[in-house]
C-alpha cells in the first residue's frame, strides 16, 4: 500500500479527470488508464445537490478507481488515516463488489483539490472527520466496484461470445462456469474500459457478503510495526533542517523584543527567525533547536487578553443563557406543560476547555523557493493545508505542492491549517526545506481547544414521575460558524445541537435553544465527537436526575420511553444484558448507563466504577452495545470504541484547560493527564447484526462514556456530577 506521498498514478488521474469532464450529468465513467487498465472514476454525492451540479459542463469525478494491467486495484484515496481504520475500512467496500482479495486494492492520497474530493458530508470540504468516511462512501464506493465488475464481465462475454449471465467474478478472475474459461482482470481491463458504463448494476445483497462484516486485518499495521509507515514527523527531504519555535504565551499577544546572541552560539543552530507573535530557532537536529531556544531571551507584549481567566468565561456563558437563544428544537408547549408538572427539577451543567494532546506533536516540513512551495505534512483537511500555504507565500495554489502522510492522532486538531501557515511564515526565512516540530508545551499552550460549554435544563414530572416537560438553554462557542459559514444558518449549526435534539427519549413537550458566545482570547475546534461530548454528558446525566427523583431504575426509566426508537431500546437492552444490570456490588461500587443516537449510530454504555474514601476514581469495566447499522469491519468498530472510552474517560477524569493571566497553565502530560495503561478499564464491545447503512464509529463512544461514569459515580455514591472534570475532593466520603 502506498501511504506516504502523493503518487504520479495520482496526479495522472487529477490530470485525466480535468480533461475527461462529460457533457451529461453521470456517476461513472470509464477509460484507459496507462499501462492497458480501466479507469473508473467516480462521483461521491454532496450534501446539497448533485455532484454534477460541481461544473457547468457536466461533473468532476472526487475518487477514482484504477484497475492496472497487472489486476492491481488502485484506490485515489480522498480520506485520511489516523488510526481509525479508514484505510481498511473503504477499500473493503471495493473489494467485496470487485470480487478481489483486500490485499489487491492499493491507495494513495488524493491530491489538495475541493472540487473532485469534497467529503459529500461535509459540505463538500475535503476533510476527513464527523465520523463519516465509510457513511459517504458506503454507496458510491460498492457502485463503484459493481459496475467495474459487471462492465469486466461483459469484456470477458464478448471475447468468449457468451452470454454474460453465464458468466461470475471470484478472486480477481471472471469465470465462465460452462466451459471452465477464465480471465485475470488485468487481461481485461483495456477492454472494459472501451465498453459503454452501465447505468444501473445490481449490488450485492448482505447476505452474500464475503468481507463486509468480517474482522479483517488492518492493511496498515505492517508498515507501522516494522517501523516502514510515514507519518508527517519522519519526513527528512535532502537537506532539511529542524526548527521549533515559541509563541506568545498570551492569544493575541506580540514579541517586543529579542535577545538572541546566546541561542546564536549554541552549536548546530544555524538561524533565528522572529515573527510578530513567535521566534524560531532553526538548527541541524532538534537537540540544538530545543537548546537554541531555551537560550533566547524574549520579552512579551501580552496584548489585549492579559488578565483572561477561565471563571470570566464562565461568567460570562453563565450570563448569556439568562437571555433567550436560537431555537434548535421546539416539540410541543413546554411553557403550559411546565405549568402542570407536579414536580420541577433544575441544575445547571459546565463542561472544560479540553486540548486534543496527539501523541504526534503538531509538525510541518516546508521548503519555500520563488517559484513554488512544497508542503509535507499529516492533515485531515488537505486542501486548507494548501490554500493555507498558498496565503502566506503570495503563491497560487497551482504552485503549491502538499504530500499528505498518515497521522498520528487527529481528534481534530488537525482539521486547522495554522500550524501549516505558522511553518510556511517561518520557511520564508530559510534557504531550502525546514522541519518545524512543536513542542508537548507548545502543542498543549497553542491548541485550538474544545470550547467550555454552560448549561441551564429544567424538567418537569408527571404524577408517575415520567417527563412531560424538557428545557434546555446552552452557550458555547460555535465551530462551525467559523469553519464552514454556509452551515452556519439562524444562529445554529448541526455540530453544537448534535446530542442535545432529536432525543431517543419520547418527550411530549420539548424545547432547546442555543446562544453563540465566542470566548475573547482562547481559539476553539473540533475535538474528539465535538457538540456531542458535550450535550450527551448533559442529556444523559439529566436523564438519570429525572429516573432518581422519579425513585425509578435508570435503564427502567429510559426503556419506558424508548416505545418509538426500537433500535435505541434494543441496544440498552443487551448493555444492561451483558454488564448484569442489577446485580448487587461491592461497597463503594456503582453501575451508570448512558444511551444515546449520535453520528448515526446508536450506542448504549454501562460503566462499573469504583470510588474510595479519598474521593479517587477508577473505572473497572464499560460494556457498550452499538447498533452502527451493518458493520464494514468488526474490528475496527471495537478498536473505535475501545480509544474512544479511554479517550472520554481521560476527559472525564483529567481534561481541564484553564488559564492564568491570559496563559495556559498546562504544559505536559504531568498536569494535562492522559489515562494511564494502569488505570484502563476493561472494554466489551457487543456488535447489533444490523442491515441499515452503517454510521460513524470514530466518535460515538468518546460522547457516550462520560455519563455513564458519573451515573456511576451518582449509584455509588450520591453524589451528582454536573461539571467535569471529576472533583475527587467532592466525593469524598464524610
Known sequence: MSLDSLSSQAVCAEQSAEANILSRRTFLKAGAAGGGGLLLSLSLPFAKGDAAAADADGFVPNAFIRIEGNGQIVLTMPYVEMGQGTYTA????????????????????????????????????????????????????????????????SAAARRWNVDPASCRTQSGEVLHAPTGKRFKYGELAADAARIPVPNNVALKRPQDFKLIGTPAKRLDTAGKVNGTAVYGIDVRPPGVKIATLAQSPVFGGRVKSVDDAVAKAVKGVRQIVRLDDAVAVVADHMGAAKKGLAALKIEWDDGPHARLDVPAIAAQLDKATLNPGAVAQNIGDVGSAM??????????????????????????????????????????????????????????????????????????????????????????????????????????????????WFDRISAGLDANGMPVAWNNRFAGSSIIARY?????????????????????????????????????????????????????????????????TAKQDPVAYRRALLDKTPRAKAVLDLAAEKAGWGQPLARGFGRGVSLQFVFATYMAQIAEVEVSRDGAVRVHRVVCAVDCGIPVNPDTIRAQIQSAVMFGITAALHGEITLKDGRVEQSNFHDYQILRLNEAPAVEVHIVESREAPGGMGEAGTSCIVPAVTNAIFAATGKRLRKLPIDPAQLKAG
Open 484 to 548: 464552514l459559514p454556509p452551515a452556519f444558518n439562524n444562529g445554529l449549526d448541526p455540530d453544537s445541537t448534535e446530542g442535545a435534539i432529536d432525543l431517543v427519549y419520547a418527550l411530549p413537550n420539548l424545547h432547546v435553544e442555543y446562544v453563540r458566545v465566542e470566548p475573547p482570547g482562547i481559539p476553539t475546534a473540533f475535538w474528539r465527537s465535538v457538540g456531542p461530548s458535550h450535550n450527551v454528558f448533559v442529556t444523559e446525566s439529566f436523564i438519570d436526575e429525572l429516573a432518581a
Open 90 to 153: 473503504i477499500p473493503m467496500l471495493i473489494a467485496e463488489e470487485l470480487e478481489v482479495d483486500l490485499i489487491q486494492v492499493r491507495l494513495e492520497h488524493a491530491p489538495p483539490n475541493e472540487r473532485l474530493y469534497g467529503n459529500p458530508l461535509l459540505g463538500g470540504v475535503q476533510a476527513t472527520g464527523n465520523s463519516n468516511a465509510v457513511r459517504a462512501s458506503w454507496q458510491p464506493l460498492r457502485e463503484a466496484g459493481a459496475t467495474a465488475r459487471t462492465m469486466l464481465i
Open 339 to 452: 405549568a402542570r408538572a407536579v414536580t420541577k427539577v433544575e441544575a445547571i451543567y459546565q463542561v472544560p476547555f479540553l486540548a486534543h494532546a496527539t501523541m504526534e506533536p503538531m509538525n510541518c516540513t516546508v521548503h519555500v523557493r520563488n517559484d513554488g512551495c512544497e508542503v509535507w505534512v499529516g492533515s485531515q483537511a488537505l486542501a486548507r493545508a494548501q490554500a493555507a500555504a498558498a496565503k502566506v507565500t503570495g503563491l497560487p495554489l497551482d504552485k503549491v505542492v502538499v504530500h499528505n502522510h498518515l497521522i498520528g492522532g487527529g481528534f481534530g486538531r488537525r482539521l486547522e491549517s495554522d500550524g501549516v501557515a505558522r511553518a510556511v511564515e517561518i520557511a520564508k526565512h530559510v534557504d531550502g526545506p525546514v522541519k518545524v516540530v512543536w513542542t508537548r508545551e507548545e502543542d498543549i499552550q497553542h491548541d485550538m481547544y474544545r470550547p467550555y
